[in-house]
T-cell receptor, first 112, second 113 residues
Framework: RKEVEQDPGPFNVPEGATVAFNCTYSNSASQSFFWYRQDCRKEPKLLMSVYSSGNEDGRFTAQLNRASQYISLLIRDSKLSDSATYLCVVNEGGGATNKLIFGTGTLLAVQP | DVKVTQSSRYLVKRTGEKVFLECVQDMDHENMFWYRQDPGLGLRLIYFSYDVKMKEKGDIPEGYSVSREKKERFSLILESASTNQTSMYLC????????????FGSGTRLTVV
């Protein structure tokens, strides 16, 4: 089983749609969770951290379910500029470890 | 903002050459990482470093070595480049542990011919 699993997509959605990405992780000791965005042929950039209580940043909402080891990202009112690959990222475990484990990403294509 | 700078954006090298990829960060981060990214495989960790002169193997260290003589600089070395090392190489840095994400450099697209 992969440490971090995502649906690779692609998700093809029209502008204005709401789209949700899901991710599962295997290490129950993981403490830190993130969503990264990667544009074609560019480096990944931090989109948002994911907190236990869930958090929102504009049109983006992240949720964490520790019991199910599941993370989600919801994008409302999709824009053409949201087209990118979204990477689910989890730290390797608790304590002093500081490696992040990346999912292979979910490709989003927002259509006009 | 943290800046992570990779010395080359594109690089073409011949099989058997020794290749140096340089990475510099400007925010005094303890932790630095080298990944490669290939289609369908995602990001795979090659080596990482917690501190100056410290290094740890990642998931795919074979064919690579690293050097961290100064806190801000982390170098990846391909001892004898091979065609299967053609890839996008990404350097990242991170402050401490816990809730901090990585900051990535813009990547080096290496082609070995």
């Amino acid at each position: 089983r992969k440490e971090v699993e995502q649906d690779p997509g692609p998700f093809n959605v029209p502008e204005g749609a709401t789209v949700a990405f899901n991710c599962t992780y295997s290490n129950s000791a993981s403490q830190s969770f993130f969503w990264y965005r990667q544009d074609c042929r560019k480096e990944p950039k931090l989109l948002m951290s994911v907190y236990s209580s869930g958090n929102e940043d504009g049109r983006f909402t992240a949720q964490l379910n520790r019991a199910s080891q599941y993370i989600s990202l919801l994008i409302r009112d999709s824009k053409l500029s949201d087209s990118a690959t979204y990477l689910c990222v989890v730290n390797e475990g608790g304590g002093a470890t500081n490696k992040l484990i990346f999912g292979t990403g979910t490709l989003l294509a927002v259509q006009p | 903002d943290v800046k992570v700078t990779q010395s080359s954006r594109y690089l073409v090298k011949r099989t058997g050459e020794k290749v140096f990829l340089e990475c510099v960060q400007d925010m005094d981060h303890e932790n630095m990482f080298w990944y490669r990214q290939d289609p369908g495989l995602g990001l795979r960790l090659i080596y990482f470093s917690y501190d100056v002169k410290m290094k740890e193997k990642g998931d795919i260290p074979e064919g690579y070595s690293v050097s961290r003589e100064k806190k801000e600089r982390f170098s990846l070395i391909l001892e004898s480049a091979s065609t299967n090392q053609t890839s996008m190489y990404l350097c990242a840095s991170r402050a401490g542990t816990g809730g901090y994400g990585y900051t990535f450099g813009s990547g080096t697209r290496l082609t070995v011919v």
